[in-house]
């Protein structure tokens, strides 16, 4: 069992969400003996994502930092365009879950009409709104030619479990860290599902003074908790980042998608080690070939 922290667990500061984890009693099995003990766990609700009335997905997501999720989740998904399409976001505390009220401009409005499907995402996976096989891959701008040492992965992993705060608590959440091409972590954002965690971060990096655009991407990479799967290789595309450092495993098609984007992939990031399976010039492998 984890420790009990001082104090409640809360949301991020400012965000007006519910508690992101709750006390629990369990009854654990323990060198033979049935003990109770403390616990948390860690909230999963239903948060539903309403594009200017219209109920566009539901996904299973921590309640906290609801505002960069609905950023994030519209621009990664090529709901809009440009982080200036969404006007505004309200978030609705309702008996059934929550719902994110999304003002977006007409234009990008008129496209999600156009391909929309509302469906129920499984603790945050899934092609949410894709009804066609033609909607899956998005078209990705050039993302930045970052190069990193190879001490900056592991730097990257090592800082990211500290910040981890939720995952300390519960042990079921995932977190997407924005690092610097030194590997510190500068931002993170937590969340039961990864594809989440990760439109959670994009979001907080849009919504920053001054944006996200060529120039912040240019200052460093993202590092995640969880595999490589084509939706986190596509996401961290669509936001205009050249490197992505998983702690587990690409899928095929995330390796695929990277290469054809220019985005250099790392997986199993652990201890100092790491698995470059494109871009490995671009983690300073000596001797690597471009791939």
């Not at 001082?6 to 060198?31: F, I």
Request: charged residues 20%; proline residues 7%; glycine residues 10%.
């Amino acid at each position: 069992m984890r420790p009990v922290p001082e104090g409640p667990v809360v949301a991020a500061a400012g965000d007006t969400a519910p508690p992101t984890a709750r006390a629990a009693t369990p009854v654990a099995w323990r060198q033979g003996r049935a003990v109770a003990q403390p616990d948390w766990l860690a909230e999963e609700r239903p948060v539903a994502l309403v594009f200017n009335g219209l109920s566009h997905a539901v996904m299973m997501a921590s309640p906290a930092d609801l505002e960069d999720f609905a950023l994030g989740f519209a621009f990664t998904e090529g709901l809009i365009e440009q982080p200036a399409q969404l006007y505004g976001c309200e978030v609705q505390d309702t008996p059934a879950g929550l719902e994110l009220q999304l003002d977006v401009a007409s234009r990008a409005f008129e496209a999600l009409k156009a391909r929309r499907r509302t469906l129920a995402g499984r603790t945050g996976c899934g092609l949410c709104g894709t009804d066609s096989l033609d909607q899956v891959g998005l078209p990705l701008p050039a993302v930045a030619p970052v190069r990193v040492a190879p001490a900056a992965p592991a730097r990257a992993q090592r800082e990211l479990r500290a910040h981890q705060h939720l995952q300390q608590r519960t042990g079921a959440c995932h977190a997407a860290a924005w690092c610097g091409l030194d590997g510190a972590v500068l931002c993170v954002r937590e969340d039961v599902g990864r594809h989440n965690a990760l439109d959670k971060l994009i979001g907080a990096l849009l919504r920053q003074p001054g944006g996200f655009g060529p120039a912040q991407a240019a200052q460093g990479f993202i590092a995640i908790t969880s595999r490589a799967s084509f939706e986190m290789v596509q996401k961290t595309a669509r936001a205009g980042v050249g490197l992505l450092a998983a702690v587990s495993a690409p899928t095929a098609l995330a390796v695929d998608t990277a290469r054809t984007a220019g985005l250099a992939l790392a997986g199993f990031v652990r201890g100092d080690d790491f698995v470059a399976y494109t871009g490995a010039e671009r983690f300073g492998l000596p001797g690597a070939a471009a791939s």
